[in-house]
């Protein structure tokens, strides 16, 4: 191959690089409305339905403990408010700055400020639960935990992105199944807080990706090594919902019920962490 064609190969794979192709967009698109139908789904099915309410709160009873379990996840929970969550972003903003990144630094913003308005605004002033019972849904704890660690996500290198996923997750998983087991929120709450993140990390990711400057990543890690990932967060955060104390409540049939809700909302939650980490280290340069 000639000099020339190098050059015009190489001109090509940059050009390719930097714009992202029309699957990229697909992708992203298709995560916010999946979580927009997923949202309005929790909504239809156990918001402003007497059967999917009653549901939900019987589904909330089976995860529990002892008083000190209570107190632990109490203590840990209330590390979680919009003092820590601008704590959080500021730092994780200043990293992506300092990095040269300030498209990501912007999308970080964007996600965190957007989740956390959209979670207030529907949980305070728009949903209303189908009873005399007052809303909790979306749950604004399991937003904060999961902007700590979708905001630490984004800005991370690509080197520190894996370990970055795993200690995020599990944080996030953790406070999100121990506000259940707290009884502070019910199942469909923390599933409601996972959507309106999702939707709004993929939103972010998505900005950044059109107004990014630079290649975009050449090579992402495989999405086998995601899964690894959440099979690894998914039995350390189960490990630590029994280290605090809690237990599966009920006998028989309803220990297995019980079992399903803690392993269906620790994925819920680390899914969605490894989930837009995956996208970051697809599409963010």
């Known amino acids: 191959m000639s000099t020339i064609d190098r050059t015009q190969n190489l001109r090509r794979t940059s050009s390719r690089s930097t714009q992202p192709p029309a699957s990229a967009v697909f992708v992203l698109l298709a995560a916010m409305l999946g979580s927009a139908l997923t949202g309005a789904v929790l909504v239809k099915v156990f918001l402003h339905n007497l059967a999917g309410a009653r549901l939900d709160n019987r589904l909330m009873s089976f995860l529990g403990g002892p008083p000190e379990a209570f107190d632990r996840i109490n203590a840990w929970s209330g590390t979680v408010s919009p003092v820590t969550v601008i704590a959080i972003l500021a730092v994780t903003t200043f990293v992506a700055i300092r990095r040269g990144r300030h498209a ?134 189960c490990l630590a919902f029994f280290a605090l104390g809690f237990v599966l409540g009920g006998q028989g049939i309803e220990q297995v019920a019980a079992l399903a809700v803690l392993l269906g909302m620790v994925i819920v939650c680390a899914g969605t962490v490894t989930l837009v980490a995956w996208l970051a280290d697809r599409e963010l340069a």
């Open 104 to 237: 990501v630094a912007a999308a970080t913003v964007l996600a965190v400020l957007g989740a956390t308005a959209t979670t207030q605004v529907l949980k305070h002033a728009v949903f209303e639960r189908v009873g005399s019972l007052p809303n909790s849904l979306p749950s604004g704890h399991t937003t904060a935990a999961m902007l700590w660690a979708i905001g630490a996500v984004l800005v991370s290198s690509r080197g520190w992105r894996a370990v970055v996923t795993v200690v995020g997750a599990i944080v996030a998983s953790t406070i999100g199944v121990g506000t259940i087991a707290g009884r502070w929120h019910r199942p469909s709450d923390i599933a409601a807080a996972a959507a309106v993140c999702l939707g709004w990390a993929a939103l972010a990711v998505l900005v950044a990706t059109l107004v990014q400057r630079g290649a975009r990543p050449a090579h992402s890690r495989p999405m086998g090594d995601y899964l690894k990932m959440l099979g690894v967060v998914v039995l350390v955060s």
